[in-house]
């Protein structure tokens, strides 16, 4: 199946059904303030901003393990072993993130402190007009905790910001965290190039995430290498991940 890009409004992509008008404008209206000046470095709008990435890609995993449920339905003698693996991982994938938003809940709603989590905030001083909204599990023997439910999960969100482009990378307490600290440490750095592998490497782990016109023009030409290698990815959680394209 060929990935591509489409082109949409900006209201459009950045639509989530998930909550009421209501419930949406009151539950995220800190971080959403027009024309005003948000700490992307505060503890609860870290919390708050992650709470969506959390609830967005669990209304995603939903769908996708309601879609493959209908396939297994109808067309079950004649499927692939990857789609019962990609089922099977979307499930496991719930369980987590479900055990994630209801100790975020805890945190914004119930004031009980999320010990296990904690984010750090990177403002790069130019804009990147790319938006990344992603959980990311990285593959691994020590990447989930028996004892809590937990598994390690890195809440990445990437977008511009005034003029900048702000990163929120959270990291699970109590793991290594070694592909979210060796993304930190690239885009931390001065150097162009370690920046743009860093969020490359981003892209590559991420399912969601979208850019504005005038950067899809300028990187036209490699995209659909980009997207082969995304694609070919997909299922793919190892913290190395080997790709051709240079976006």
Not at 35 to 54: E, M, V
Not at 61 to 75: H, M, P, Q
Request: glycine share 4%.
């Amino acid at each position: 199946q060929k990935v591509v890009y489409k082109l949409k409004g900006i209201n459009v992509a950045f639509s989530f059904n998930g909550y009421c008008n209501y419930h949406d404008n009151s539950i995220f209206a800190p971080i959403e303030k027009n024309n005003a000046i948000i700490d992307w470095t505060d503890r609860y709008n870290q919390f708050l901003l992650g709470y969506k990435s959390i609830c967005n890609e669990l209304f995603r995993v939903n769908v996708g393990i309601d879609t493959l449920t209908i396939i297994f339905r109808d067309t079950l003698s004649t499927l692939s072993p990857n789609i019962f693996k990609r089922k099977s991982d979307l499930e496991g994938l719930k369980l987590v993130l479900d055990r994630y938003k209801k100790r975020f809940e805890n945190y914004l709603f119930e004031q009980i402190d999320c010990n296990e989590y904690y984010f750090e905030t990177i403002i790069l001083p130019f804009q990147i007009d790319i938006c990344i909204s992603a959980s990311i599990q990285i593959d691994g023997i020590r990447k989930y905790n028996f004892n809590t439910g937990l598994r390690e999960t890195n809440i990445i969100n990437i977008f511009p910001y005034n003029g900048s482009t702000i990163i929120i990378i959270g990291y699970s307490e109590g793991f290594d965290n070694n592909w979210a600290k060796r993304i930190s440490n690239k885009l931390r750095s001065k150097d162009w190039l370690e920046i743009s592998v860093a969020i490359q490497d981003v892209l590559l782990h991420a399912e969601f995430h979208c850019m504005s016109k005038k950067l899809y023009d300028k990187i036209l030409p490699n995209i659909s290498v980009f997207l082969e290698d995304w694609y070919k990815n997909m299922t793919n959680y190892d913290m190395d991940i080997k790709y051709s394209s240079n976006i």
